[in-house]
């Protein structure tokens, strides 16, 4: 185990670097160019792939008869079920475009993505905001490595994040820039390997899936939390005393959750397996996900017996060797969540974000 | 590698007080508030840190003569739309480092603006400092130091000019803001509920360059 971790490191810094180690088979970078940590668990997790590379090969088998020929599929039951058990890497990115409305958005606004680019200059707060951000973005993940000349990022896929943000700003202004969506941007491209596509699913997070999220009052998140709290207090009531007990609050220990949509907070492999059900079933996954860490995880947040410890526990759940088996754990996430049902969901947001907006107000 | 001088173990239960702290960092985004906290928890610097969302928890033990100081650290996010999240993590902090970057003046005056609200919405003890960071790029300074000094002594605040990235006084304004912290035992603790029922295990290894 030590071992192993000495020679991830040496390959270290290279970044283009995958050599692999002696021990372990595994590159210290992953297939989406993310630097694994000095003290990434190799064990843990060649154990889950050994057993997580049948159920790819088997669903690649299965998307490859359900598409065909076909680049389109109609939903449906099947459909829901499929994506539920992961939309294979390759087909991925087409799918969350068809999946989620953004491919008719795009195709009936040829043009608009470049116009946006081109479009007037942006206000020089946001452009700051931005330009500052954009290095600090996965610095991580090989993609993301400043390549500049005089200052300017010239290549790679800061390039395109700077772009895709950009064009995003001018077509939402009142959004603009929140950060946060820098990784959700950045993973987008990671997945579509393109800028275009990359916008129009940003679009349809922030018009349609995640309304409020990222506005200047973060209202969206500041709601969910609450919402998830009322959950928890209602499926979990020990884990919520617990939680009150010791002075804590749960936009403390979850806003990051809901902000970045688990990205930067789940292993990389598990929030594409999220985002697969959040660009076709919506936002209410992001619930569900939250829960059930939450539940899974009763007992050993009720071991940490100070504020400190509840802090580090959550954070420990999600990138434990549970988080980190995908599979099992969307299987866990639907059985765990069991039936949530749409108009329960939608009575208590309003009630949590009409508390919200009163206490704004004071 | 950044040198690392292990904190020692407070030794035993007996001796020595253990006082435990939270402290919370707030400050416009990209002054280098995260930075701050990596060099004094982890004695590391990274050239891009990733940017904060919500805020990240991180804790730290120093030692002041015969008494362990564990610092709760809340590394806030900067950006103006965070901070509506930000009352949660001053509300009850014993401590806050306002932070600003010394080659931007703008964030000199959102770090006023920190310090105005702490002075009206957090516990009327706290104790604030004021960090004017990057200093090790003097040579793009925007505030003098001068100018800080004088507001920081108008508002009764700690200051000090640090780098993170050289290391420059960044433990020494940890430590200083430990030294002034009432260290009787009911008053050390925000919370009651919490008391004083730290257990001196594990302390984090770590830079803070105490009990030297
Ligand atoms: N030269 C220099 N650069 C620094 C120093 N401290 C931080 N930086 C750089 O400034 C940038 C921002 O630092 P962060 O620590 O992420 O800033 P932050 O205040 O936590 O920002 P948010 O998380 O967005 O609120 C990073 O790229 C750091 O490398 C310093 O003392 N000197
Ligand atoms: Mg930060």
Same mark, same amino acid.
């Given at each position: 185990m030590a071992d192993r971790r000495a020679a991830g490191e040496e390959g270290g810094?290279?970044?283009?670097n995958s050599s692999t180690t002696s021990q372990s088979r %595994?590159?210290?970078?992953?297939?989406?160019?993310f630097q694994r940590p000095p003290d990434f668990d190799y064990a843990t997790y060649e154990e889950f792939m050994s057993r997580y590379l049948t159920v790819l090969a088997r669903r690649a088998r299965k998307w490859a008869h359900l598409l065909g020929a076909r680049e389109t599929v109609g939903r449906g039951v099947k459909l829901k079920r499929y994506v539920r058990k992961g939309i294979p890497m390759k087909h991925r990115g087409k799918m969350w475009l068809e999946v989620s409305g953004a491919r008719q958005q795009m195709s009936l606004r040829p043009g608009y993505y470049r116009a946006m680019l081109a479009g007037a200059p942006l206000g020089e707060e946001v452009q700051e905001a931005i330009r500052v951000d954009l290095p600090r973005t996965f610095p991580d993940n090989i993609h993301f490595r400043q390549v500049t000349q005089d200052a300017q990022v010239t290549q790679g896929k800061l390039v395109s994040l700077n772009n895709v943000l950009s064009a995003f700003c001018r077509h939402n202004a009142g959004i603009?820039?929140?950060?946060?969506l820098n990784y959700i941007a950045g993973l987008l491209l990671l997945v579509t390997n393109d800028e275009e596509s990359s916008f129009w699913l940003l679009c349809v997070l922030t018009d349609? %899936? %995640?309304?409020?999220?990222?506005?200047?009052?973060?209202v969206g998140v500041l709601t969910d939390t609450r919402v998830m709290e009322a959950l928890v207090k209602e499926r979990c009531p020990l884990v919520w005393r617990h939680v009150e007990h010791y002075g804590l609050t749960w936009d403390l220990l979850v806003t990051k959750w809901f902000v970045c949509l688990f990205a930067e907070v789940l292993p990389i492999e598990t929030v594409l397996r999220i985002w697969d059900c959040l660009f076709y079933e919506g936002n209410k996954v992001l619930m569900r996900v939250a829960l059930a860490l939450v539940v899974t995880n009763e007992a050993e947040i009720l071991k940490a017996q100070d504020f400190g410890d509840i802090v580090k526990c959550f954070k420990k759940i999600t990138q434990d060797a549970n988080a980190i088996d995908c599979h099992s754990f969307m299987e866990t996430v639907f059985k765990v969540s069991g039936s949530f049902p749409r108009a329960r969901l939608a009575k208590l947001r309003d009630s949590c974000m009409e508390q919200v907006l009163a206490e704004s107000k004071k | 590698m950044a040198q690392r001088t292990s904190v020692q173990r407070p030794s035993g239960g007996g001796q020595g007080k253990i006082c435990q702290f939270k402290l919370v960092l707030l400050g416009e985004s990209a002054v280098g508030k995260s930075s701050l906290v990596l060099r004094f928890v982890k004695g590391q610097f990274h050239e891009y840190q990733e940017s904060t969302i919500g805020a990240a928890f991180l804790t730290q033990t120093v030692c002041l003569d015969d008494t362990t100081v564990k610092f709760e650290i809340w590394d806030t996010a900067g950006q103006e739309r965070y901070h509506s999240l930000a009352p949660m993590y001053y509300r009850g902090a014993q401590a806050a480092i306002v932070v600003y970057d010394i080659t931007n003046q703008d964030t000199f005056g959102r770090a006023k603006t920190w310090v105005k609200e702490l002075q009206r919405?957090?516990?009327?003890?706290i104790v604030i400092a004021l960090a004017g960071n990057k200093a090790d790029l003097a040579n793009k300074r925007m505030v003098e130091y001068e100018e800080a000094q004088t507001y920081a002594e108008e508002n009764s605040l700690l200051f000090m000019e640090t780098s993170a990235k050289t290391a420059m006084n960044v433990n020494d304004i940890f430590l200083a803001i430990a030294k002034k912290l009432p260290k009787s035992d009911n008053s050390a603790t925000g919370s009651q509920r919490e008391g004083m029922t730290l257990r001196p295990s594990d302390p984090t290894p770590g830079p803070a360059g105490c009990c030297k």
């Open positions: 810094d290279g970044g283009t %595994l590159s210290d970078v992953d297939e989406y160019g603009g820039y929140c950060q946060g349609s %899936l %995640l309304p409020d999220y990222y506005t200047s009052t973060m | 919405q957090a516990s009327p003890n």
